[in-house]
């Protein structure tokens, strides 16, 4: 007696392959493309992060860059080390003796640039001091190469022209002449924000002296390498930008803490979150990059800061600051790449991934997947 078999060509069997097929398609499009959503996020909350820190500094209850500092810091002290109790335990609070003092050092350059930092949003657009952040890889580069004798190419050297040529472009000097001829103002958005042509450029110097600065918390960390749980780096960087914000306000006269009022207070925790989540998000985001995405999802800031400026006060940038800007970007972007590539190049063939410098694996109190990179140029 004959047997039947099932039709194959069921509608509904066709329907479930095609949801899986388009299943398939975007958990593939996630996984090649997650860790660059990642960063995307953690450079809007920087971003908003800044906004926030700018917001605070200005109109009648204004705040001290100090106090605002000590607001953000405080809190990622008590969420970092409290990661860190969680997940580590107690004897990877200090780190190993012989990389305590690098572990300060990084400390206190990285409180001084966060001040430059906030310092200088006082007095530009958010665009123009984010615009700052860019020359911190090109300054690392020369530094390392200074005192860690890494090679410095010709290319880098370019970069690092052009990107000067481009800050001096968009401090366009003549408003120094401007200063001394003319007392008058550039208005930046609303009444609140009226700014001198030397405050302006006492915004522009102090922004380059925090460039320095991150660059200096840059070559700290390099010199740390391995030998320190990343997030340990972020906890003595906490601590400073905690204890001498508050020494400061208490012990210097002038300087003083103004009460919050109303939104303000909301604001103040919300900065201290988005700084935590942009340590988390980026650290994830960086992790999780196998196609290098991710990594160019760092200058997207750049379109945050803008949107943000032009959102909250108005401000579009002047034919100066978007050639200038443009010159950093490109240089550094330009550099960024060329050194990945080589990067590359020279790790093929190779079993082992290329290694962070003066590694010492010996020594290292934590190697894991799950280490914090502290990307922040502070």
């Given at each position: 007696?004959?047997?039947?078999?099932?039709?194959?060509t069921?509608?509904?069997d066709?329907?479930?392959?095609?949801?899986?097929?388009?299943?398939?398609?975007?958990?593939?499009?996630?996984?090649?493309?997650?860790?660059?959503?990642?960063?995307?996020c953690?450079?809007?909350?920087?971003?908003?992060?800044?906004?926030?820190?700018?917001?605070?500094q200005?109109?009648?209850?204004?705040?001290?860059?100090?106090?605002?500092?000590?607001?953000?810091?405080?809190m990622?002290?008590?969420?970092?080390?409290?990661?860190?109790?969680?997940?580590?335990?107690?004897?990877?609070?200090?780190?190993?003796?012989?990389?305590?003092?690098?572990?300060?050092?990084?400390?206190?350059?990285?409180?001084?640039?966060?001040?430059?930092?906030?310092?200088?949003?006082?007095?530009?657009?958010?665009?123009?001091?984010?615009?700052?952040?860019?020359?911190?890889?090109?300054?690392t580069?020369?530094?390392?190469?200074?005192?860690?004798?890494?090679?410095?190419?010709?290319?880098?050297?370019?970069?690092?022209?052009?990107?000067?040529?481009?800050?001096?472009?968009?401090?366009?000097?003549?408003?120094?002449?401007?200063?001394?001829?003319?007392?008058?103002?550039?208005?930046?958005?609303?009444?609140?924000?009226?700014?001198?042509?030397?405050?302006?450029?006492?915004?522009?110097?102090?922004?380059?002296?925090?460039?320095?600065?991150?660059?200096?918390?840059?070559?700290?960390?390099?010199?740390?390498?391995?030998?320190?749980?990343?997030?340990?780096?972020?906890?003595?960087?906490?601590?400073?930008?905690?204890?001498?914000?508050?020494?400061?306000?208490?012990?210097?006269?002038?300087?003083?803490?103004?009460?919050?009022?109303?939104?303000?207070?909301?604001?103040?925790?919300?900065?201290?979150?988005?700084?935590?989540?942009?340590?988390?998000?980026?650290?994830?985001?960086?992790?999780?990059?196998?196609?290098?995405?991710?990594?160019?999802?760092?200058?997207?800031?750049?379109?945050?800061?803008?949107?943000?400026?032009?959102?909250l006060?108005?401000?579009?940038?002047?034919?100066?600051s978007?050639?200038?800007?443009?010159?950093?970007?490109?240089?550094?972007?330009?550099?960024?790449v060329?050194?990945?590539?080589?990067?590359?190049n020279?790790?093929?063939?190779?079993?082992?991934?290329?290694?962070?410098?003066?590694?010492?694996?010996?020594?290292?109190?934590?190697?894991?997947?799950?280490?914090?990179?502290?990307?922040?140029?502070?």
């Amino acid at each position: 007696m004959p047997t039947t078999t099932p039709s194959s060509t069921d509608p509904c069997d066709g329907d479930e392959i095609m949801t899986m097929r388009q299943s398939s398609n975007f958990k593939r499009l996630w996984l090649d493309n997650r860790g660059a959503v990642l960063v995307l996020c953690a450079e809007a909350c920087g971003s908003c992060m800044d906004a926030i820190a700018r917001y605070l500094q200005l109109g009648e209850n204004a705040m001290h860059p100090f106090q605002v500092i000590f607001a953000r810091m405080s809190m990622t002290l008590v969420l970092s080390t409290t990661y860190m109790l969680w997940t580590k335990g107690p004897k990877f609070m200090m780190g190993h003796a012989k990389i305590r003092s690098w572990l300060i050092c990084r400390a206190l350059f990285g409180f001084f640039g966060l001040f430059c930092l906030y310092y200088s949003v006082h007095y530009l657009p958010l665009a123009e001091a984010t615009i700052f952040r860019f020359l911190v890889p090109l300054v690392t580069t020369i530094s390392c190469a200074l005192l860690l004798h890494q090679s410095f190419t010709g290319g880098e050297f370019v970069a690092s022209i052009l990107a000067l040529t481009g800050i001096v472009i968009i401090a366009h000097p003549t408003n120094i002449n401007t200063h001394f001829h003319n007392k008058g103002l550039e208005h930046y958005g609303n009444d609140l924000e009226k700014v001198s042509p030397m405050q302006r450029t006492i915004a522009i110097f102090v922004a380059s002296l925090g460039v320095l600065a991150a660059s200096g918390a840059y070559t700290c960390i390099r010199m740390i390498g391995e030998r320190a749980h990343a997030l340990l780096s972020v906890i003595y960087f906490s601590i400073a930008g905690t204890i001498g914000p508050l020494l400061i306000i208490l012990l210097i006269p002038g300087i003083s803490f103004t009460t919050p009022r109303g939104w303000q207070w909301a604001f103040l925790v919300l900065l201290g979150l988005l700084g935590f989540a942009l340590q988390f998000l980026l650290t994830k985001g960086l992790q999780l990059d196998t196609n290098g995405r991710a990594t160019s999802m760092l200058y997207s800031q750049i379109i945050f800061a803008l949107l943000l400026d032009w959102l909250l006060w108005g401000n579009l940038p002047n034919p100066w600051s978007l050639i200038g800007g443009a010159l950093v970007i490109t240089s550094t972007v330009g550099s960024a790449v060329a050194k990945s590539s080589s990067q590359r190049n020279k790790v093929l063939g190779k079993n082992d991934e290329e290694r962070p410098l003066l590694v010492n694996r010996t020594e290292a109190e934590d190697t894991g997947p799950d280490q914090v990179t502290d990307h922040e140029p502070q």
